[in-house]
């Protein structure tokens, strides 16, 4: 048993991902925190408005959409621990003032939209550098781990801020709640600002200019690379919407408080937790046919979900559908990065950034103006139908792709430099 979680735990031997990693906790549990007061105070200054807090969450990410590509370009040309440290700092300096305006009852839904415009704007160079940093902490052969850790401390304070975040607001409100998560990013800033930048794993800098369309072109010539971004496309737009279903499905199906609310939040984390654990194991790159049975499974579940006749029903089969959830997504992030050459890393995870969070954009106003049609069960229903048969498609083109020779895990075209380390 020890030696079992020696090995699941195996990257946070190395002093510089402990800093990070120990920051990261208090920060995203602040940040998620914030999401849940976020969308309360949203719901309750709107009447329960499905297309308002679908425009707020589009809002959030639409700076997704239209900067990530550059940041990622930032990343992979400027020191990622500076960029992340000033990241974090004007996150800070936002999340303070829109507490400020709560708390002196100031605050209107323009002020969060303003806000999560902001936010979005900096997550957009902030998630490309921190997804490539990971690499520099532990290096090639602990990347598998240390990602799948990453995944798992996010998932942690998944479960612990909502639920938290749920017991304050029942109390005393929404302010406290958003200007407790204002000081969490100076966790993050701290573990940051203590780290050995001698023991850190940088590739050489490149003497030519570090250009968007190189990454692109360099994501486009890899066949392996292309089918796995296909699919997150597709889930991350129709499938992850839970930031806008879960609140309407709490307020306007189970008619719960905060609190409850939060516990429902909480379950979907859960799963993703255990999710996050169990691919710590993971020690080399996951096959095209792992990725889309884990998109076919998560599929397959949000639909069912969506059906769930009463609050405990909800809890167990969101708890299953956030485990899937992860589990695909990570499967998807460890098959993209592990076969990404390091001098474009920054670059290949910005455009997996994009298409996975850039596009709840459009996927967020469709699935508000759904809800506001069809109710709030519909939003889960339309999100998993789809992810079900993009999950299908993706196991036909693959099949197809193997009959003609070329195989889901190799290079599209002849001669194109890949350079794998298979672990």
Not at 17 to 30: H, M
Request: hydrophobic share 50%; with cysteine.
């Amino acid at each position: 048993m020890r030696k079992r979680l020696t090995g699941t735990f195996r990257s946070l031997s190395v002093r510089n991902f402990r800093l990070f990693a120990g920051g990261q906790v208090v920060s995203v549990a602040g940040t998620w925190m914030m999401v849940v007061a976020q969308d309360w105070l949203v719901l309750e200054r709107t009447d329960n408005s499905a297309s308002a807090l679908g425009a707020v969450t589009a809002l959030q990410f639409t700076p997704m959409l239209l900067l990530t590509l550059y940041g990622g370009r930032l990343a992979d040309r400027h020191d990622k621990r500076m960029l992340l440290t000033v990241c974090n700092l004007v996150s800070a300096v936002a999340a303070l003032l829109l507490a400020l305006l709560v708390l002196v009852d100031a605050a209107t839904v323009a002020h969060v939209c303003v806000f999560a415009l902001c936010l979005g704007t900096v997550n957009a160079v902030e998630v490309p550098t921190r997804m490539s940093f990971v690499s520099e902490l532990v290096g090639a052969d602990l990347l598998p781990n240390a990602s799948a850790l990453s995944a798992a401390y996010f998932n942690v304070a998944r479960v612990v801020g909502p639920a938290v975040a749920g017991l304050v607001i029942a109390a005393f409100g929404t302010g406290p709640v958003m200007a407790l998560n204002a000081f969490t990013y100076l966790a993050t800033v701290a573990g940051l600002r203590l780290i050995r930048v001698g023991e850190l794993h940088r590739a050489p800098r490149q003497d030519t200019r570090v250009r968007v369309v190189d990454g692109l072109r360099y994501v486009w010539s890899r066949a392996d690379l292309v089918l796995p971004m296909a699919l997150v496309a597709a889930i991350g737009m129709f499938g992850m919407n839970f930031q806008l279903t879960l609140p309407l499905l709490a307020r306007t199906v189970f008619h719960t408080d905060a609190l409850a609310f939060g516990l429902l939040t909480t379950a979907f984390a859960a799963g993703s937790l255990l999710a996050a654990f169990v691919t710590t194991a993971r020690r080399g790159r996951p096959s095209g046919r792992t990725v889309t049975m884990a998109a076919l499974a998560f599929g397959v579940l949000e639909t069912v979900a969506g059906w769930a006749p009463g609050y405990g029903a909800a809890l167990v089969l969101l708890m299953a559908t956030g485990f899937t959830s992860i589990y695909f997504a990570q499967a998807a992030n460890h098959r993209i990065q592990l076969g990404s050459d390091p001098r474009y890393r920054g670059r290949v995870l910005a455009l997996y950034t994009l298409i996975l969070q850039g596009s709840t954009p459009l996927g967020a106003l469709f699935v508000g103006w759904l809800s506001t049609q069809l109710g709030a069960r519909s939003g889960l229903y339309v999100g998993g139908l789809v992810s079900t048969a993009a999950a299908v498609a993706a196991l036909l083109a693959d099949r197809a792709g193997g009959r003609s020779g070329t195989p889901g895990g190799a290079p599209s075209r002849p001669g194109t430099e890949v350079r794998r380390r298979v672990m």
